[in-house]
């Protein structure tokens, strides 16, 4: 499956559209996931969503999501660092996450696949 897909990321007054490739669906918890994949300078941005959030490596600031402007918009997601696989990131831990998605269960230091539950 290689779909394109475009994001919006928001830093203070930019907006940011990138395009990035849907590699593949991911069956887990029995509820559909995609592994999304986009290419940058020096660097490769891993995101797996769900309809309800998303677990990304450590390209992008969680933070953001917390943030004044963005806290309203309620997104649940966290960041996994030192992964450069999905494999690797399927088998971390939550890094930073979202206060949103605090409220909802997830904590620093979760396992990736427990927090993937809390997004079905």
């Given at each position: 499956m290689s779909k394109l897909v475009v994001f919006e990321f928001i830093n203070k007054n930019t907006c940011i559209y990138l395009t990035g490739d849907i590699l593949e669906e991911l069956i887990i918890h029995n509820s559909i996931?995609?592994?999304?994949?986009?290419?940058?300078?020096?660097?490769?941005?891993?995101?797996?969503?769900?309809?309800?959030?998303?677990?990304?490596?450590?390209?992008?600031?969680?933070?953001?999501?917390?943030?004044d402007k963005m806290k309203e918009r309620g997104v649940?997601?966290?960041?996994?660092?030192?992964?450069?696989?999905?494999?690797?990131?399927?088998?971390?831990?939550?890094?930073?996450?979202?206060?949103?998605?605090i409220e909802a269960g997830a904590y620093k230091g979760m396992s990736v696949y427990e927090a993937l539950a809390l997004l079905v």
């Open positions: 996931f995609k592994k999304i994949k986009v290419e940058l300078p020096k660097t490769t941005l891993l995101i797996i969503t769900s309809d309800k959030g998303f677990i990304m490596c450590g390209a992008l600031n969680v933070e953001v999501y917390n943030s649940l997601c966290a960041s996994v660092r030192g992964v450069k696989t999905f494999d690797e990131m399927l088998n971390g831990t939550l890094y930073e996450v979202s206060d949103k998605f």
